[in-house]
């Protein structure tokens, strides 16, 4: 295999890579959809994980919900999301998102949450209602959810994925090698299995993964196949950043030259369509995604 070009974290600790500079968020789009998340008090994955697309999707209109707090029970060792006990449990958190949803006008809005595992249903209740409420509030928005490892919790998952949405995503994250490393309460197989029902369930499904960890091409084409035999349909391959000197180091900075044979690769091998570079995040572009034809 041709060797495409890395730059170790090493090199680049003066300064990142100039493909990974972004411009700040400003615009009256984006002053606007910032009013709406604080007037109806709602919690964005834009924020909470510190997305570098933040300026460019808000200005556009749109954000990515979190629903079920802004505390997770998983302790990831990539993740900006806080970590701990949860106590917010809002019943009618469906209702604010859903009418925040409709003032905003999105024609496609992406939903995550953090892991709720101290809940027996896994939060999967929240989700549906969320679902139904947008579609009733905005009949014409397609919707993408990006949900949390439900641990085996079929039932759970059943519920979460059955309020009408078009996408079901749920983010493999790293290779297998690293996974007791990156997601130390989740498991690959598992994440697998759960894409699988997904797509047996008749949803288009998504998932993504980071790159820049230590992965090597091999391991990257191999996740590649685990994923396309598990049903999967979209994959999102975006570059590592350390959210805070706690969280793990970047090994390397992926060229946007071996983003781009990654995308071409994952097509070759059977998906359907992958979002590849070094900026993508597993809700960028999710508009054209919901197009994807079975």
């Known amino acids: 295999m041709i060797e495409l070009p890395v730059i170790s974290a090493e090199q680049s600790k003066a300064r990142k890579p100039q493909w990974l500079r972004v411009k700040l968020p400003v615009g009256p789009d984006y ?95 929240i989700w549906y209602q969320t679902i139904v409420q947008t579609k009733l509030e905005s009949p014409a928005t397609t919707i993408e959810t990006l949900i949390p490892d439900v641990k085996g919790n079929w039932d759970a998952l059943d519920r979460m994925i059955s309020g009408g949405q078009e996408v079901v995503s749920h983010n493999m994250e790293t290779v297998a090698r690293l996974y007791r490393m990156v997601r130390p309460q989740a ?28 992965e090597s091409h091999d391991e990257v084409f191999r996740a590649m196949d685990d994923l396309v035999e598990n049903g999967l349909m979209i994959l999102t391959l975006g570059q590592y950043l350390q959210p805070t000197k706690m969280h793990l180091d970047v090994a390397e900075y992926i060229h946007p030259d071996t983003f781009e044979m990654y995308r071409e690769e994952g097509l070759r091998r059977g998906l359907k369509y992958v979002e590849s570079g070094p900026l993508v995040r597993s809700s960028y572009h999710a508009e054209r995604h919901v197009h994807v034809a079975f």
């Open 187 to 214: 498991r690959y197989d598992r994440s697998l299995e759960q894409l699988r029902r997904i797509r047996q369930a008749g949803k288009r499904t998504k998932s993504g993964i980071m790159l820049g960890l230590g």
């Open 31 to 125: 002053a606007r959809v910032r009013q709406l998340v604080d007037t109806y008090k709602l919690h964005t994955i834009c924020e909470s994980g510190n997305c570098p697309n933040m300026g460019e999707c808000w200005g556009a209109g749109t954000a990515t919900f979190m629903i079920l707090g802004n505390v997770c029970t998983r302790s990831c060792t990539f993740c900006a999301v806080a970590t701990g006990r949860p106590t917010e449990y809002d019943t009618d958190e469906p209702r604010r998102v859903a009418e925040a949803i409709r003032l905003m006008g999105v024609k496609h809005a992406v939903i995550t949450s953090v892991n709720r595992d101290e809940l027996k249903d896994r939060g999967a209740e």
